[in-house]
């Protein structure tokens, strides 16, 4: 996709503080983050959201979550993260390209708030 912001940090367009990159998965600092250690894992393949997903991604999706978990610890999130995924415009998706945000090294409060 050629005008998709992440799409363009992957081809080094855009500049990112990179924080992984193989054949098939990119992660990066985000440029705005909500906790001391904010970064975001994404597949190479522009895919809008994890509702364009099918059975043919289901080997790509694994990967993200074997690679979160490890890119987490690696920048020091031993005791833990929160990995978030929003979907469409309904789950508050900002970046149409798929992206798990991993998040800690910080308060963490609850993700849903029951009033
Ligand atoms: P979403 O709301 O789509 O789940 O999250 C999009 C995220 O992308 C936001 O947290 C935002 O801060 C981040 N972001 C948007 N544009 C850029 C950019 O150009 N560079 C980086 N590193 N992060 C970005
Ligand atoms: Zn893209």
């Known amino acids: 996709m050629s005008d998709c912001i992440f799409c ?29 250690v904010h970064f975001m894992l994404i597949p190479k393949l522009h895919l809008a959201s994890l509702q364009e997903v099918n059975g043919s991604h289901a080997v790509l999706l694994g990967k993200m979550l074997v690679l979160a978990a490890q890119l987490a610890t690696e920048q020091g999130l031993d005791d833990g993260f929160r990995t978030v ?14 992206h798990i945000h991993i998040i800690g090294g910080g308060h963490i409060s609850p993700m849903v708030r029951r009033e």
């Open 85 to 98: 995924i929003n979907t469409g415009r309904g789950g508050g998706q900002e970046v149409f390209h798929l």
């Open 8 to 36: 363009k940090i992957v081809r080094g367009e855009i500049p990112c503080r990179k924080v992984y990159e193989d054949d098939e998965l990119f992660a990066f600092h985000d440029i705005h983050p909500v906790a001391p």
